[in-house]
């Protein structure tokens, strides 16, 4: 195994997915690359993972977590970094022009923020609707999805939840993609998921309706929690 990783490293040599430039490990990023992007610290919301600005002492829940009186779906939440220019760089190559290369890069770096997310038994990437899928040929969160799941050694299901297509959510509101979102997933197979912890994985959060909707359906169809996790996120202010 040791002399087969040499030759794979010869031939398939490690580089910067963003510059190119040689890096120790395949998905790695350089040191200057690495600055540019704005990494989420441990000072988080522990629901949400929404990052505080500053240490908040035992404060453990950011004010809209705190407020909400409505139970979230989701049981916890964590993502590697804010979704802003730097994190760009990797995000939209990988998301619409098939620079695959950034793949490990993303799951590299949500495996890192997975501590307290504990005992997880399937991983679930966020499905495309068939036609998003047909016109894109490929699922990023799918691909992000099954390195982590080969890498944690958990079960994988990239087939299990059917998309309705609706509107891009790109350009709405955060109400509008509220609504936009309900009822566009289906659950094809109830017994996969019964009792089981299962794990949502995505690219980007922004408002995080996406994830909710999708984890009330897998609670509905009888999994005993849902956690989610995701590269990067949208924030207003950290």
Same mark, same amino acid.
């Given at each position: 195994?040791?002399?087969?990783?040499?030759?794979?490293?010869?031939?398939?040599?490690?580089?910067?997915?963003?510059?190119?430039?040689?890096?120790?490990?395949?998905?790695?990023?350089?040191?200057?690359?690495?600055?540019?992007?704005?990494?989420?610290?441990?000072?988080?919301?522990?629901?949400?993972?929404?990052?505080?600005?500053?240490?908040?002492?035992?404060?453990?829940?950011?004010?809209?977590?705190?407020?909400?009186?409505?139970?979230?779906?989701?049981?916890?939440?964590?993502?590697?970094?804010?979704?802003?220019?730097?994190?760009?760089?990797?995000?939209?190559?990988?998301?619409?022009?098939?620079?695959?290369?950034?793949? &490990?890069?993303?799951?590299?770096?949500?495996?890192? /923020?997975?501590?307290?997310?504990?005992? /997880?038994?399937?991983? /679930?990437?966020?499905?495309?609707?068939?036609?998003?899928?047909?016109?894109?040929?490929?699922?990023?969160?799918?691909?992000?999805?099954?390195?982590?799941?080969?890498?944690?050694?958990?079960?994988?299901?990239?087939?299990?939840?059917?998309?309705?297509?609706?509107?891009?959510?790109?350009?709405?509101?955060?109400?509008?993609?509220?609504?936009?979102?309900?009822?566009?997933? &289906?659950?094809?197979?109830?017994?996969?998921?019964?009792?089981?912890?299962?794990?949502?994985?995505?690219?980007?959060?922004?408002?995080?309706?996406?994830?909710?909707?999708?984890?009330? /359906?897998?609670?509905?169809?009888?999994?005993?929690?849902?956690?989610?996790?995701?590269?990067?996120?949208?924030?207003?202010?950290?």
């Amino acid at each position: 195994m040791k002399l087969f990783g040499e030759i794979f490293d010869f031939l398939f040599p490690a580089d910067c997915p963003i510059c190119l430039e040689p890096v120790s490990r395949i998905g790695g990023v350089c040191a200057a690359c690495f600055n540019k992007i704005n990494w989420i610290s441990d000072q988080i919301c522990n629901k949400c993972g929404y990052p505080f600005p500053a240490d908040m002492g035992r404060i453990e829940r950011c004010p809209r977590c705190i407020t909400d009186r409505k139970s979230k779906s989701v049981d916890k939440l964590r993502c590697a970094c804010v979704y802003d220019e730097g994190s760009k760089q990797i995000v939209l190559p990988f998301k619409h022009s098939g620079k695959f290369r950034f793949d &490990r890069t993303m799951a590299n770096s949500i495996i890192g /923020v997975m501590r307290d997310i504990k005992d /997880v038994d399937i991983v /679930v990437p966020v499905p495309l609707a068939w036609r998003r899928m047909v016109l894109r040929g490929y699922n990023q969160a799918a691909l992000i999805g099954r390195i982590i799941a080969r890498r944690q050694k958990l079960g994988y299901e990239g087939n299990l939840i059917a998309r309705e297509w609706r509107p891009d959510q790109g350009h709405k509101s955060p109400r509008e993609r509220r609504k936009n979102i309900v009822g566009v997933f &289906r659950l094809r197979r109830q017994e996969t998921i019964r009792e089981k912890h299962i794990l949502i994985v995505d690219d980007v959060v922004t408002t995080g309706a996406t994830i909710d909707e999708l984890a009330k /359906v897998l609670l509905r169809g009888g999994a005993k929690k849902v956690s989610a996790v995701a590269f990067a996120r949208a924030v207003k202010d950290i």
